[in-house]
């Protein structure tokens, strides 16, 4: 019931930009906040960021803060990021991510992910 489907990863540049975005359906969209993780082979899970259920609180890893941006259109049950200057440690799978409440019970649910490659 519950997806998560992320998309717009790809092969870019140093420097470069992608726009990410997770579809999420199953649950009510606009009262959950929603993260962003990615992981790549040799290095730990990393959250990258997280906007509150009505996108009027962010946070960002210290090592994407000031080039990536987290928002979400609640009506299109959406959750995007922006990425900007990108560099060859952001290489990685990136995840969508929420923690949902179903039927008065917390989980935790993954999209599949999508990869970003940044290579010269």
């Known amino acids: 019931q519950v997806q998560l489907v992320e998309s717009g990863g790809g092969a870019v540049q140093p420097g470069g930009s992608l726009r990410l975005s997770c579809a999420a359906s199953?649950?009510?969209?606009?009262?959950?906040?929603m993260r962003w993780y990615r992981r790549s082979p040799g290095s730990e899970r990393e959250l990258v960021a997280s906007?509150?259920?009505?996108?009027?609180?962010?946070t960002y890893a210290d090592s994407v803060k000031g080039r990536f941006t987290i928002s979400r259109d609640n009506a299109k049950n959406l959750v995007f990021l922006e990425m900007n200057r990108l560099k060859g440690d952001d290489t990685a799978k990136y995840y969508c991510?929420?923690?949902?409440?179903?039927?008065?019970?917390?989980?935790?649910?993954w999209g599949q992910g999508t990869q970003v490659t940044v290579s010269s």
């Open positions: 991510n929420s923690l949902i409440k179903l039927d008065s019970e917390f989980a935790n649910y």
């Open positions: 906007i509150s259920s009505t996108g009027e609180s962010t």
């Open positions: 199953g649950f009510t969209f606009s009262k959950h906040g």
